[in-house]
């Protein structure tokens, strides 16, 4: 691996300090599961690697439970996410999503922050935080702003984030009462394997619990980015909710993607995989509001 | 750059010189001569590297050494008693064809091991979750999950004989 020098600045201002030293040849880091392979094979040369993991804020995850708004610290790990019984319960979609990211070991190291930056097609952790409204905060340079987390990808490998820029934290408004959220990671195999496609899915109830007023259908590796099937999502709003209109929902969401063959699959399988699992993941949110209910 | 850290390996203090770019595996088993911990593919894929840091199991392979600094790392070496006892997991995956060629053994211990110190009535399910990114080409990996369950198992009947 070619040598480098390890900052590791304890505040954001800091970092940013150090990377406007810098600018050319830093790189953040922050779990370092992906960066340090990337490294290792040369496909990388910074002679800075600026760690964001001792950023003491990045690495809180709190939900003000007055306001009912969820923050997930950039730094926040993927085993923290799953083993928090808070997200377990409250937010499905999320902990159905990291749990089945790499292996323990790399969910144990890797963000969702990271996660999120790397922006390849299937990140299974952008699809429940675009699923949920979440937000990114951004610091940078010229100070913070805020981006939709379904805004944050332009192609793949490639964010809205400016040199210097570092994604501070993604807050998730409150969710409406009624409400399900479900994710699959559809592959040939559970581990260390990516998604041959990934589905989202969540729904909002009207207190009759049958009418759907609120819908998100979001696909990952269905697009060059993480994508929502708005067609479909507005198909279901006002619809009285079943397997027949999920049905129907799954196919316009199938239409709507830009599936592609690649090595990991063919495009009509994966189609056909939209289909199935946004029916699936609709009941799964079915149960859920009615369990919750 | 050249950085002094300081950390627990197996219990003992440990204070040294060490490059910002060296990977924990490079440290442990390159300077160190601590070859238990195995290098299988260097990118976080196969678990053979796999030590304790903190109490989490993580790829040594891809973990800085200097990010090891003021931590509790645990590696193969540290299991055994040092009058030359195994672990119950050592035993177990001995006594239950846990091991054939051995070196993805002693990532798989030590994924065991962290799983164990945090859950340990961990069922099958969780035992194979925490255990999937361990890659044995060897067994097949079912006498993998049961040398962990007969682990378990050995350490609840100490602990019952401790009682009595």
Known sequence: MKPFTYLSPTTIEEAISFFGEHSQ???YMAGGTDIIVKVKEGWMEP???????????M??????????????????????????????NQYPIIYDAVSNIGSLQVRNMGTIGGNLINA????????????????????GPDGERSSEVKDLFIAPYKTILKPGEILKKITIPPQAPNTGSAYMKFGRRAAMELPLIGIGVLLTLDDDLTTCNRARICLGVAAPTPMRALEAENFLIGKEINEEILIEAGNMAAEESKVRDSVRGKAWHRKEMIR??????????LEIIKNGA | MTTNISFL????????????????LHLLREEMGLIGTKEGCGNGECGACTVIVDKLAVNSCLFLAIEAD????????????????????QQSFVENGGIQCGFCSPGMIMSSKALLDENPDADREEIKHALAGNICRCTGYIPIFESVEAAQKRVAENKGGQND
């Open chain 1, 25 to 27: 040849t830093s790189k």
């Open chain 1, 47 to 57: 002679d800075f690697l600026i760690s964001l993991k001792n950023i003491e804020e």
């Open chain 1, 59 to 88: 690495s809180a995850l709190h939900k003000n439970e007055a306001t009912g708004e969820l923050s997930i610290g950039a730094l926040v790990t993927h085993a923290v996410l799953e083993k928090s019984l808070m997200i377990q």
């Open chain 1, 120 to 139: 390849v097609p299937s990140a299974d952790g952008a699809i429940p935080l675009i699923a949920l409204d979440g937000v990114a905060l951004l610091h």
């Open chain 1, 276 to 285: 199935v699992y946004v029916k699936r993941m609709g009941l799964k949110c």
């Open chain 2, 9 to 24: 390996l197996n219990g003992d203090e440990i204070t040294c010189d060490i490059q910002d770019h060296w990977t924990l």
């Open chain 2, 70 to 89: 003021k931590k509790n790392i645990e590696t193969i070496e540290g299991l055994a008693s040092r009058d030359g006892s195994l672990h119950p997991l």
